[in-house]
């Protein structure tokens, strides 16, 4: 059967990994290259790179690095940040991306995956959305989670799917950070209302989390983190044996 | 030196980086007589079958490589570069592919059980069937990476492993000199090295 997937996920700017790593044994902690290494390495099943310059030459040190890290690393590579229309696409697909994630971009232009999915196939376009509860209901933010758009988000999550997103990406604003797990709640509504690939973003904090998840909602089918996995809280060969002992099927 | 065919489809960057890993002598190329001059071929592809199926067509590459197959060069397709391998697909509608493996290309859809997600994506274990030199380094139950809506029926006699997806879903075939694989060596990580390894490899181990 297909494996669950664990995704670490690493904001870029200026061509470097920030919010910092404290791994040892690396010569350079701010190296996307140098992580996605150790990374892919350890049994990661995929990695995100998320951009989030948003100088033109910020872009250019982006795509560079993406096409360094494409041309030493070789398991999936997802891109998110900064994508706005198809140009975009383009621009990294071409250094070596397998998918590409739209937010605010696909939320200002719905149209995007529609094109995006006709031009390079559903399994290229990922939908990430950032979700949080207000008056009770799931809503959609934009521009990183400091804009509601009014949206309820399996609703838009659904229309994204029906234009042509092949995977989606929840991340729970509520969770995020807060390292107390995952938001089941708000993930379980997301898997029961489409039938692509959900990937689990927010609130990791600890490997029992990771198993909760897998245990409570069978038909997710990944789990994305990035401070536990850059601080070295969690080292994902440890993860994913902890996984395995739980009868949850992974790639060792 | 292997020829990677290009015929317009997908993006090759990943690919051509993996074979430089393994350090096997690769170049795209679109000409009949680089395609022909090389030791071996791979012929890539992602997206629609009937589109690829054409612009093969349309190239004349459709011919060279079938000709380069009956001169026994090995012939390695990938993913969609592996079904055009086939007699036929089903992928909306009927089309003819190189016809130099028997079978044909069927969808998901209605083939596989209703509570399963399409596309198979993701990393998946691969059981072996038969022998064969793409699989030389690989253990049986070793996972690799899978996109695809659409594969090939395992009835044929060309299959030598498969992938577990509410049935056994076709992952690589193998008939003499003519190869190829549903998933992404490119992608695999290690275990996919390792079967680009095993193909561009010569017999005599150099």
């Known amino acids: ?252 | 030196m292997i020829a990677v065919v290009d015929y317009g489809v997908g993006n090759l960057f990943s690919l051509c980086s993996s074979l430089k890993r393994i350090g096997a002598d690769a170049i795209v190329t679109s000409v009949p007589e680089m395609i022909r001059k090389a030791d071996k071929v791979i012929l890539p592809g992602v997206g629609a079958f009937a589109d690829a199926a054409k612009k093969l067509r349309d190239s004349g590459l459709d011919k060279i490589i079938i000709e380069q197959a009956a001169r026994g060069k090995e012939i390695m397709g990938i993913c969609l570069g592996m079904q055009l391998l086939f007699e036929k697909s089903y992928e909306f509608g009927e089309h003819t592919g190189l016809g130099l493996l028997k079978g044909s290309v069927i969808g998901m859809e209605g083939t596989i059980p209703a509570e399963l997600k399409i596309p198979h994506i993701g990393w998946n274990a691969l059981s072996f069937c038969k022998e064969s030199k793409l699989l030389r380094y690989v253990k049986e139950g070793d996972c690799v990476y899978f996109v695809h809506s659409f594969y090939v029926d395992p009835s044929a006699e060309s299959v030598v492993a498969t992938a577990q997806y509410g049935k056994a879903v076709t992952a690589a075939v193998q008939k003499e000199n003519v190869m190829g694989c549903q998933f992404h060596p490119e992608k695999s990580g290690e275990v996919g090295l390792s079967i680009l390894r095993a193909f561009c490899e010569r017999e005599d181990g150099v």
Not at chain 1, 42 to 64: P, W
Not at chain 1, 107 to 119: G, H, S
């Open chain 1, 1 to 252: 059967m297909i494996t669950k997937r664990i995704i670490p996920c690493l904001d870029i700017k200026n061509g470097r990994v920030v919010k910092g790593t404290n791994f040892q044994g690396l010569s350079d902690v701010s190296s996307p290259v140098e992580l996605a290494k150790l990374y892919s390495d350890n049994g990661a099943d995929e990695l995100v790179f998320y951009d989030i310059t948003a100088s033109a030459e910020g872009r250019q040190l982006f795509t560079d690095v993406l096409c360094q890290v494409a041309s030493q690393i070789f398991i999936p590579l997802t891109v998110g940040g900064g994508i706005n229309t198809v140009a975009d696409f383009d621009r990294v697909l071409k250094c070596g991306a397998d998918k590409v994630s739209v937010n605010s971009g696909a939320i200002r232009n719905p149209q995007l995956i529609y094109e995006a999915a006709q031009k390079y196939g559903s399994q290229c376009v990922v939908l990430s959305a950032d979700i949080k509860r207000v008056d009770g209901q799931f809503r959609v933010f934009a521009k990183g989670g400091r804009e509601d758009t009014g949206m309820e988000a399996i609703a838009w999550i659904k229309k994204g799917v029906a234009l042509g997103a092949g995977e989606v990406v929840v991340n729970s604003i509520d969770t995020d950070g807060v390292k107390q797990g995952f938001d089941i709640e708000m993930l379980r509504a997301v898997c029961d209302a489409v039938n692509v690939p959900v990937i689990a973003s927010g609130g990791a904090g600890a490997v029992e989390h990771f198993t909760d998840l897998f245990r409570a909602i069978p038909t997710i089918d990944a789990a994305l983190a990035a401070s536990v996995f850059h601080f070295g809280q969690i080292q994902i060969p440890d993860l994913k044996q902890e996984l395995r002992n739980n009868d949850i099927i992974v790639r060792l």
